[in-house]
């Protein structure tokens, strides 16, 4: 796409960009607004207009959201990887809650039954020779 359709385009779409851009969190603005400066500072020494064109425009988006955020309080949205990451925490917290039932259970399962004999006589007596012989 060529510079003057991207401005064009920027131009024409400003109040959504400045909307979306709103969205991000301040310190993501600011590091944007710094690396258009940078850019700006590079285009200038090139004698881009038409880069630098673009790029003020894209600076005064970036400080429009900056200040539409602040006057209404707009939440950050998460990024995708932020949204990742805390998808594998909650997994993660299941995980662990599955393994503590599993083991709980199987810690009941294999706990030893009292029994309720009080003498050796009482207690049955298997004949392992005449198990065998079932089969």
Same mark, same amino acid.
């Given at each position: 796409? @060529?510079? @003057?359709? %991207? *401005? ?14 709103? +969205?991000? @969190? ?8 710094? +690396? *258009? ?8 020494k090139q004698r881009n207009t038409e880069s630098l064109e673009l ?10 959201? %900056? *200040? ?23 997994? #993660? ?8 039932? &599993?083991? @709980? ?7 030893? #039954? ?18 065998? +012989?079932? &089969?």
């Amino acid at each position: 796409m @060529s510079t @003057s359709a %991207r *401005i064009k385009q920027c131009i024409d779409n400003h109040d959504e960009y400045v909307k979306l851009l709103a +969205t991000m @969190s301040d310190k993501k603005l600011a590091k944007k607004l710094e +690396t *258009i400066h940078m850019q700006m500072a590079l285009a200038e020494k090139q004698r881009n207009t038409e880069s630098l064109e673009l790029l003020e425009i894209w600076r005064l988006q970036t400080i429009e959201a %900056r *200040i539409y955020k602040d006057e209404h309080n707009i939440p950050d949205v998460p990024s995708e990887i932020e949204l990742a990451l805390a998808k594998m925490e909650q997994d #993660e917290e299941k995980t662990e809650k599955r393994k503590e039932v &599993f083991t @709980s259970t199987k810690q009941i399962e294999t706990e030893p #039954e009292t029994e309720n004999w009080t003498k050796e006589e009482e207690k049955p007596k298997y004949n392992n020779d005449s198990q065998l +012989t079932l &089969f």
